[in-house]
């Protein structure tokens, strides 16, 4: 029943939240958190050791001169630059204590930044633990719970403003270094997710790390506020979603070579669109005035996909779909 569940949850978010009304990281269905950092939270933990440079409060630095919102915000230090051999951290701590119980379907955090370091050296990079702090993933490569997703590839999110394998820093870990030349809007996106209900200790952390190598520079660091916990609008409706799920069947799901899609009505015009979960187009098609398409996916490996048709111009529709050889 639980796997049952889970299946049914996933499948509502792909038939119906894929859609293009929510492509818009603001365009939310409820904030349940929104951390400015001008009152206290019970939820943030900030690394207590000796060398810990992140202070809540006003920045008073050459760039870093206002928060994002009135007054406060998290710094590397709210009047120096940072040092040379730093790692900091704060925790976010995510559970039903400040999700409203929705983290059972998706999970988005966004956050508004400023960053000043020395590029590909020192900067700043986010990991997530899902065993109390035990181990902590970077969350460009946390694929556990995410069907093979990580949080900075969504179909929902196609601008996450997050770093990439691409962003190295000086101890090969991946992160945001250099100058952002002002505020960023990075996202990101979790989708089902099974996050336990107790604070603590059996819950999401997601961890906000800044380090910078042996070489002392002049540099501000990192500045981070209005730090929120949402999901998006997945849609309009229950009987919208009744209705996109007929629109198409896909035989045999799963599939070997090939499969049907079989639509409920000729259309003008289809657009069908193969992607795996790393949001890599692998197969594409346009088709005019039918509702029977053919697609031959013999080239493709073993495992989950998902499946876009955009009909008539402007009807979007998602579904999952299992190929196996």
Known sequence: ???????????FLAIHGFSQNTLNPGDT??????????????????????QNLWQVGVPQKPIFNASYS????MVTDTINPYPATNHSWFDLYIGNFNYDGLYISDIFIDFKHKFDTDTLHDGGYITVSWDNGQHFTNVIHDTSYLYGMTPGWSYLVPFPELYTDADTLFNGEFGFSGSSGGWKHTTLAWHMIPVKQTFPPDTMIVRFNFISDAIDNPYEGWMID????????????????????????????????KAEIKFDKPY???????????????????????NLIELNCGTLPSGMFLLKATVDNHLVYTKRIIAKK
């Open 1 to 11: 029943m639980k796997k049952l569940f889970i299946y049914f949850v996933f499948a």
């Open 29 to 50: 269905m409820g904030i349940w958190a929104k951390i400015n950092f001008d009152t206290t939270y019970n939820f943030i933990h900030i690394d207590t050791s000796s």
């Open 70 to 73: 009135p007054s406060r915000a």
């Open 226 to 257: 209005d730090i929120r916990l949402f999901s998006l609008d997945l849609g309009s409706g229950i009987n919208d979603f009744a209705k996109t799920e007929n629109t198409f069947t896909i035989s045999p799901n799963p599939f070997s070579d």
């Open 268 to 290: 003008k015009s289809i657009r069908m669109e193969l992607y795996n979960l790393q949001g890599k187009l692998l197969l594409e098609g346009n088709y005019s005035n039918c």
